[in-house]
């Protein structure tokens, strides 16, 4: 199986900055694709940001602006630099990746969802 571990959340003020990260373990072979998503209280999961492995980026028109998205292949690791925090960016935001990973000598893919960490913006 593929693990993600994510860090960097915290309480942020309106206007600071946060950077986390995600960094993904185990028989990788490959990952496609890493994002970050957000759940807050009462509202569905919702993409963020997304990078492929080739660096295309992808982003929610709320961030548009404000968060960029990069990625270490070689440490399998995405880091989304938010900026510019708003109280409606606090949310629990979950790591994603997809991929391949070797499964006892076998080629398999994968979709790994991270623990989740908290961001909360406030004063």
């Known amino acids: 199986q593929v693990q993600l571990v994510e860090s960097g959340g915290g309480l942020v003020q309106p206007g600071g900055s946060l950077r986390l990260s995600c960094a993904a373990s185990g028989t990788i072979s490959s990952i496609y694709n890493m994002g970050w998503y957000r759940q807050a209280p009462g509202k569905q999961r919702e993409l963020v940001a997304a990078?492929?492995?080739?660096?295309?980026?992808n982003y929610a028109d709320s961030v548009k602006g404000r968060f960029t998205i990069s990625r270490d292949n070689a440490k399998n690791t995405a880091y989304p630099q938010m900026n510019s925090l708003k109280p409606e960016d606090t949310a629990v935001y979950y790591c994603?990746?997809?991929?391949?990973?070797?499964?006892?000598?076998?080629?398999?893919?994968?979709?790994?969802w991270g623990q989740g960490t908290q961001v909360t913006v406030s004063s």
């Open positions: 990078i492929t492995s080739g660096g295309s980026t």
């Open positions: 994603n990746a997809g991929g391949w990973y070797y499964s006892l000598g076998h080629l398999t893919d994968f979709n790994s």
